[in-house]
């Protein structure tokens, strides 16, 4: 008959298996520290927009600014395989929003083409000569509008992106005074503008 005494031997400490209190704030913290780089780095690709320094207009009245222009000349691309008539229609609608109608008509059209987009825009500075266009899209997707010359009587403007990818020259009437016309085209090349 075997009596058992209770004696099981020396108790053998069982190893906790989860990590150290301090090892797991470690991998917190360095967790966190990535997350927040990353936050903080999209909060700059998203928000902050450096522009090239520009000289435009001291000061645009933006009501003025609003209605019909024909688009005398530009330098996209798309825009020297035919010759092509384009008349914009510029409206701001409750403070906040732009809305730009663009007509165009080749030789080879009866009818012109038209189409109308809508944008947030912002005013980059007092002047009112900056402005920012926002497409109210999910995805960022943003473009400028400098008004870098402007007749007294607002009959005729020139306008350019930042990024010098277009200008816009502007007329009221579907013609421009040679002056002008020429006044625009030395005002370009002193921005940088690659003139063919």
């Not at 009501?63 to 005398?72: L, S, T």
Request: glycine share 4%; proline share 5%.
């Amino acid at each position: 008959m075997n009596i058992d005494d209770g004696n099981q031997g020396p108790l053998v400490p069982t190893r906790d298996k989860s990590l150290p209190a301090r090892k797991r704030l470690l991998i917190l913290a360095v967790l966190t520290g990535l997350s927040l780089v990353f936050i903080i780095g999209f909060a700059i690709w998203f928000f902050y927009d450096p522009l090239p320094d520009i000289p435009t207009v001291q000061n645009v009245d933006l009501e003025k600014f609003m209605g019909y222009w024909h688009e005398i000349a530009t330098n996209k691309e798309e825009d020297d395989l035919e010759a092509c008539a384009k008349k914009l229609q510029l409206q701001i609608i409750d403070k906040t929003d732009l809305a730009i109608t663009l007509c165009s008509k080749t030789h080879v059209q009866s009818e012109s083409t038209c189409s109308t987009s809508t944008y947030k825009f912002s005013k980059v500075d007092p002047s009112n000569s900056k402005l920012r266009l926002i497409k109210p899209t999910w995805f960022r997707e943003s473009t400028y509008f400098f008004i870098v010359e402007l007749e007294a009587d607002y009959s005729s403007a020139l306008t350019v992106e930042p990024t010098k990818k277009k200008f816009s020259i502007l007329s009221r009437a579907n013609t421009l005074t040679d002056t002008i016309y020429r006044q625009y085209l030395a005002k370009l090349k002193t921005l940088g503008f690659n003139l063919r």
